[in-house]
């Protein structure tokens, strides 16, 4: 009757054990989805005085930020929320107004101005 007990207890030792891994595991992943991706898009070959060299632009950061914003388990909607975000900001780094006009008619979308802050 003691080697059961010993069994019985070292089966929910284990099962606690693999429970409390399973927790961190699950943690530290989501810790990870947190920090911030990003990628540099390269623009100084383009002429962003004209229509072509703007619609290319535009073109290659939305290729960046879909790239940045896929998540394997993520659901569509966040991808797009972060796709438009991303895109936004950029926009509005590169402060061009052919460029953000552009945005603003393909998108409907007003870029975001960064303000620095104290």
Not at 65 to 73: L, T
Request: charged fraction near 20%; proline fraction near 3%.
């Amino acid at each position: 009757m003691k080697s059961n007990f010993k069994t019985d207890k070292r089966s929910m030792l284990a099962c606690a054990t693999a429970m409390w891994l399973a927790c961190a595991l699950v943690a530290s992943n989501a810790y990870a989805d947190d920090q911030v991706r990003s990628e540099t898009v390269k623009f100084a070959d383009l002429d962003l005085g004209a229509p072509a060299g703007v619609e290319a632009l535009y073109g290659r950061i939305h290729a960046a930020a879909r790239r940045v914003c896929e998540q394997p388990a993520g659901t569509l909607a966040s991808s797009r929320a972060c796709m438009t975000k991303a895109e936004s900001e950029a926009i509005g780094k590169v402060k061009v107004p052919l460029l953000t006009a552009y945005y603003q008619k393909k998108t409907g979308n007003q870029p975001q101005t960064l303000i620095a802050t104290r």
